[in-house]
């Protein structure tokens, strides 16, 4: 998998760090680690980002915690709504981990 898609409303926190994990579900949890993935907008397919997959951990609906919260830029009420809404049938979910890829960085690796 080389692509992911966010939707428009999360742009600005992935952008500026504020995101830095997002919630799939198994149909979206088979990136490589260590992978640089393009970022596109869900709506428009348009790409704004590159980013490096650290991690990614499964986790039960009922598992989501402050933690992923706060590494979302949400509340947990907030980010459990998202999730539900997003995913209203599913109670298996993975966290992916990821950093935001700098193009100069990523130039002198
Ligand atoms: C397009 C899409 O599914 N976007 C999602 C889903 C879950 N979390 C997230 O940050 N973005």
């Known amino acids: 998998m080389t692509e992911i898609t966010f939707y428009q409303c ?23 680690i260590g992978s640089i993935v393009d970022v596109f907008t869900y709506e428009q397919h348009q790409w704004f980002a590159k980013i ?17 919260a706060s590494q979302e830029n949400m509340t947990l009420p907030e980010l459990k709504q ?22 100069e960085e990523r130039c002198r690796q």
Not at 92 to 99: E, N, R
């Open 10 to 32: 999360f742009q600005t926190n992935i952008l500026n760090g504020t995101k830095t994990i997002t919630i799939r579900d198994a149909s979206e949890k088979d990136f490589a």
């Open 52 to 68: 490096k997959i650290l991690a990614i951990t499964p986790i039960s609906y009922h598992q989501l915690n402050d933690t992923h």
């Open 82 to 103: 998202v999730i539900r809404d997003i995913y209203p049938n599913t109670d298996q979910l993975y966290v992916i981990h990821y950093q935001l890829v700098n193009e």
